[in-house]
């Protein structure tokens, strides 16, 4: 079975300082992972994905995430927050392709909702 | 290029009653997948339907059901309504070997 949790429930940070969103998960096989955003009262945005290849991924809005094999984790950093940034935060990871071909069922943390203050 | 769509937005309902949600994928996905976030928690997997079938379930029970329409459109029903079952219910799309899935906005359930 996945699993995935979210250190920090909630983390707050100045405008323009660095968001660090920690994430680590356990997987039987080689995992898929992704974060994603939610605003409120909206569904959820893809921020990038890892599957394989290069660990350092870029996504959206400046975001990126490095996979760590040796320390299972897929943490999400960028390097000036802006007001807009302030959302819940979705770490989630796969077990990579179903037996179909479609995408394998995604398992979320609990989320880590972002402030951020002038 | 039209996301995926959800329909109703909100919709409150009665203890025992049934629901029905519908959702329409993203342009060119044939797979879709739906989820149950409560307040303050994480999307759980309900179910996927790809080919018109159920390939993948979560820890569900029997009073969830799904069916896929042949233009890759689907619907959530659930039965006996709990107010447990209250919760923000999200569909989403992707296509076959792409491992990516994107969201609609999802559907609000209030059970009473």
């Known amino acids: 079975a996945q699993s995935v949790t979210q250190l920090g429930s909630h983390v707050s940070v100045s405008e323009g300082a660095l968001v660090l969103l920690r994430c680590n998960y356990s997987?039987?096989?080689?995992?898929?992972l992704f974060w994603y955003v939610q605003y409120p009262n909206q569904g959820l945005q893809l921020l990038l994905k890892?599957?394989?290849?290069?660990?350092l991924v870029k996504g959206i809005n400046g975001f990126e995430a490095e996979f760590k094999k040796s320390e299972t984790s897929f943490h999400l950093t960028k390097p000036s927050a802006h007001m807009s940034d302030a959302a819940e935060y979705f770490c989630a990871v796969s077990e990579g392709p179903f037996n179909t071909g479609t995408a394998s069922k995604l398992t979320f943390g609990t989320g880590t909702r972002l402030q951020v203050t002038l | 290029d039209a996301g995926v769509t959800q329909s109703p937005t909100h919709l409150i309902k009665t203890r025992g009653q049934q629901v029905t949600l519908r959702c329409s994928p993203k342009?060119?996905?044939?797979?879709v997948s739906w989820y149950q976030q409560a307040l303050g928690q994480g999307p759980q997997f309900i179910f996927q339907?790809?080919?018109?079938?159920?390939?993948q379930r979560g820890n569900f029970p029997d009073r969830f059901s799904g069916h896929q329409f042949p233009n890759y459109s689907s619907e959530l029903n659930v039965n006996a309504l709990l107010l447990g079952d209250s919760a923000l219910y999200l569909c989403?799309?992707?296509?076959?070997?792409?491992?990516?899935?994107?969201f609609g906005p999802g559907t609000r359930l209030t059970v009473t």
């Open positions: 989403a799309s992707s296509t076959r070997d792409t491992p990516e899935q994107y």
């Open positions: 890892y599957t394989t290849g290069a660990t």
């Open positions: 339907y790809y080919e018109e079938e159920e390939r």
């Open positions: 342009s060119g996905h044939d797979t």
């Open positions: 997987s039987s096989v080689p995992p898929y």
